[in-house]
C-alpha cells in the first residue's frame, strides 16, 4: 500500500511559488518525509528531507505540519526547468537503519509561461 | 565530478534475446541500486548492492534477470531471453550507503520487439 497521497498534476505559472502537497497520515515517528523529482527523459534527483522541523536549502522548502501526517514542497520561484514530476517518499531515513525509496506515482508539476 | 554513468542509453532488441545494461557509480559510493522504471510510473528497486554483496533482491525476476557488482565498482544487469513486458527504462544509482542521498543515472530505455 502506497505511504503517501499527491495530486496527479499540478499547474504553476512561471515566476510564481509552486506549492505540492503530500499526505502521510500513517508516518510513524522515526520515518523520514523524501522529496525527490525526475525531469523528463533523466533519472531521479533528490530534492530535499526532513523529520519534524520544516527545511529549507537551495532548491526548495519543506514544509512538515505539526501533526507530520502531511507536508508541502515549495518551489519559490518556479522556473520552466522546475517542469518535472516531483515524488513524496516516507521512510526510516536513519543511516543504520534506513529503509529503501518506494516511489509512488508522484504530482506531475507543469510549469507555464 | 562526473555522475551515474550508464550505457546503452537506448536498445532495442528482439523477444528472446538477451542483453546486459552497464552501470558505473559515483566514486566511493558503496552502494549501488538498480530500478525498472515502467511509462508513467515511478521507479520500482529490482536490487541493491552494498559493495560486492547483493543485499535486496528480493524484487528481481531471477528466472531471467541477473546482476552482478564484480570488484564493488561496476555493476550488470542482464535480461535472458527478453519477453515484451520487460520493455521499460532501467535506471541505476548510487549513495555513499542506504540513508544517504541516492544519484541516479539517466537510465537505459529498452524496447523489446
Known amino acids: 500500500d502506497a505511504k503517501t497521497t499527491q495530486p496527479t498534476s499540478m499547474d504553476c505559472a512561471e515566476g510564481r511559488a509552486a506549492n505540492l502537497p503530500c499526505n502521510h497520515s500513517?508516518?510513524?515517528?522515526?520515518?523520514?518525509v523524501y522529496w525527490y523529482r525526475q525531469i523528463h527523459s533523466q533519472g531521479p534527483q533528490y530534492i530535499i528531507h526532513?523529520?519534524?522541523n520544516n527545511e529549507t536549502n537551495e532548491m526548495a522548502s519543506l514544509i512538515i505540519t505539526e501533526d507530520r501526517k502531511s507536508s508541502t514542497l515549495i518551489l519559490p520561484h518556479a522556473t520552466l526547468r522546475d517542469t518535472a514530476v516531483y515524488y513524496c517518499?516516507?521512510?526510516?531515513?536513519?543511516?543504520?537503519?534506513?529503509?529503501?525509496?518506494?516511489f509512488g506515482q508522484g504530482t506531475r508539476l507543469t510549469i507555464n509561461p | 565530478e562526473a555522475g551515474v554513468v550508464q550505457s546503452p542509453r537506448y536498445k532495442i532488441i528482439e523477444k528472446k534475446q538477451p542483453v546486459a545494461f552497464w552501470c558505473n557509480p559515483i566514486s566511493g559510493h558503496n552502494t549501488l541500486y538498480w530500478y525498472l522504471q515502467n511509462l508513467g510510473q515511478g521507479p520500482e528497486l529490482l536490487i541493491r548492492y552494498e559493495n560486492e554483496e547483493a543485499v535486496d533482491d528480493s524484487q528481481l525476476p531471477k528466472d531471467r534477470f541477473s546482476a552482478e557488482r564484480l570488484k564493488g565498482v561496476d555493476s550488470t544487469l542482464k535480461i535472458q531471453p527478453a519477453e515484451l513486458g520487460d520493455s521499460a527504462v532501467y535506471l541505476c544509482?548510487?549513495?555513499?550507503?542506504?540513508?544517504?542521498?541516492?544519484?541516479f543515472g539517466p537510465g537505459t530505455r529498452l524496447t523489446v520487439l
Open positions: 526532513g523529520l519534524k
Open positions: 544509482a548510487s549513495s555513499l550507503g542506504l540513508g544517504n542521498e541516492q544519484f
Open positions: 500513517t508516518i510513524s515517528g522515526n520515518e523520514y
Open positions: 517518499i516516507v521512510r526510516v531515513g536513519d543511516v543504520q537503519g534506513a529503509q529503501k525509496l518506494v
